[in-house]
């Protein structure tokens, strides 16, 4: 009878054949009612929570489905509240109410003892007559081998240690088991065992969850899909949010309101919603307390506390093992640790589902409810440390030279991450050097706006907390000068410095290395603003000055003299030329030969070389200086593409645009691919390529 009803599956609504819906729910029918009253359809054990309001069957329920099959066994693991439960208990009551399986066995697998137990209840049933519990469970197990024995589905519901199923897997016979677990060990792998990974609702899924639990129409859309987004997809945040707003007649945006006010403990209902057993902070507690013991013991949760304060769309795997990662875990374990130690402790948080290595291992992945949750449980002082910890190692993986554009914009969203969550530990008495190395990078990509507005942001902050005078205020406001500046308000940068000027004339005297910077600073928006005359009257006052207070050979010095000759060179290119050779040897000698400063004078020396006639010199020094590009930077870096476009420049002026028009056209499909992938900084460069491209 099995036999006709998988068929009646099979065919049903097949192209060309009847309608057998009919038939199988009678089939159905007559099949349940047979068995129940011969006893042969039993369920054992406990019972599966009743499915969700609202269940969703997701893509990962599909996948089991496909694969469901007698002999195979499948073990859902991920964070605690993914709903794992709920898809085992959705293809338990599925398998018993469409009778595939005579048998079911529920077991919570929080323990061995509870799984022999639950296998001896099972063993019973079946007449086994045996007291002696673990006897009767291997007699259970070796009933379910006989071949024509009957079908059945064990679930064994959260597994808390693989190491409690040792000897008791049950077998690849005429029926399936489940596990359901927050463990990746990889023991949990093995001879016909499928591991089916579950994590958050898909965005689509999230929205029909709380569309159909909320009411359909009773909330706007837009809102249900923010409401989705700041609680990262997690059925059981969704499930709670839910039952909240319900409870107290909110709309999404304004539990959303008070959401972002208060603690995750502070937005609990009174009853447990969907048949959930824990909330939030007590399911990620359980996890945090197993990976904390396992071996290098106590160094799961200092990393999670690290994790906690930075981004939760992936954290530089690097910086897990960076020295000062390793010197807090020594403080907190109170023994030597080592960075395998490091690695070894952010394995465990991985294996508890805490957190996951991304597919190229560059990056770590942890939930951002979790994240939330470390953060508002943890005592306030080591949350702090932890952030001071985490600059601290960002900022020694920060590479010298920003030729990863992956990994620097990865490092400056930590950035922004730890500036939400450090509250004031990264300003304790003076700023966190990270802070000013994240703002300066964004011009070297580039960001011309984005410099601005994170210049504005961080402005406001360190008046409040180190005072409008202190020099680190001073400095955002000189950064802040210069990236409004290059984003095209010229006058407003100068205005801005020469403000600056004065109070750090008042404050540091007028020797002092950062008031002779804003006196650079000065002139080169005075020429910038058209006042040449004074522009070069300034610089040349001020190169008397540093070498007299730093010395000609500093690179402050040099510096400006590499100034004064770009912005006399229009005046006298030959005399612009011989002078930036030397400067130009003298930079590489302090700076070293491929620091980025040394390469855009290289540039501006290949301008010169063309502003005095020499056209073939200028455009070979440029493309040896493409090769040096690329070798420093990368091959997409904004910088090594412009070199590109100011190579096809110089052959087309040079009357070679069958050179320089197909390779336009070739660098315009790469900028414009750059862009589709986010690269918006490229936008400029691609308008000027289209330009250039117009005018041949």
Known sequence: MRAVVAACHRYAKFPGEPDLDPWLRDLRRMLRDEARETGRQQWVGGRPPSLAGAHQHRRVATDLDDAFRPGHLFVLNGLGGVGKTQLAAELARRSWADYQVEIVVWVTATSREKIIAGYADA?????????????????????????????????????????????????????????????????????????????????????????????PGLHDPHAVDRLADELGHLPLALAQAAAYLMDRHLTCDEYLRRFRARRLDELQTRLRPDDYAATLTSTFALSIERANERDPSGAALPLLELAAVLSPNGIPAGMFTAAP????????????????????????????????????RRAVVVHQLLQRSVRESGPADRIAGAAVCAADALL???????????????????????????????????????????????????????????????????????????????????????????????VAALAGLRDLLRTREQLLGADHPNTLATRHAVAHWQDETGDHDEAVAGLRRLIDDYERVLGGDHRDTLNTRIALVETLGPDNPVAAVAELRLLLDGLGRVLGPDDPEVLEVGIELCAGLEAAGEGAEALSEMERLLG?????????????????YLIIGMKGRRGRSAEAVPAARELLDEVIGLIAQGRTELEALRAAIVSWLGQI
């Open 325 to 360: 990662v390793q010197k807090m875990l020594t403080d907190r374990r109170g023994r030597a640790t080592t960075a395998d130690d490091s690695w070894d402790g952010l394995a465990n948080l991985e294996v508890l589902s805490l957190g996951r290595l991304d597919d190229e």
């Open 123 to 215: 063993a019973a049933l079946l007449g086994i007559e045996e007291t002696d519990a673990p006897a009767a469970a291997d007699l259970f197990l070796a009933a379910l081998s006989e071949p024509d024995g009957l079908r059945w589905l064990i679930v064994l519901d959260d597994l808390q240690d693989p190491a409690d199923l040792s000897g008791l897997w049950p077998p690849a016979g005429n029926g399936n088991a489940v596990v359901t677990t927050r463990s990746r060990e990889a023991a949990l792998a093995g001879h016909h065992r499928t591991i089916l990974p579950v994590g958050p609702f898909e965005p689509a899924e999230s929205h029909r969850y709380l569309s159909e639990k909320l009411g």
């Open 628 to 644: 040096d590009y690329r070798r420093v930077l990368g091959a997409t870096h904004a910088d090594t593409l412009t070199v590109r």
């Open 396 to 490: 020694e993986i920060w590479p010298d030279v920003e030729g990863d554009l992956g990994l620097v914009d990865l490092l400056r969203a930590n950035v922004e991450a730890l500036i939400e969550h450090a509250g004031g530990a990264l300003w304790d008495g003076k700023l966190h050097q990270l802070l000013l190395l994240a703002g300066n990078s964004l011009p070297r990509q580039g960001l011309l706006s984005a410099a601005v507005r994170y210049w504005e942001r961080l402005l406001p902050i360190a008046i409040e907390r180190l005072g409008p005078e202190h020099a680190d205020s001073l400095t955002i406001r000189n950064n802040l000068c210069w990236a409004v500046g290059r984003a095209g308000d010229a």
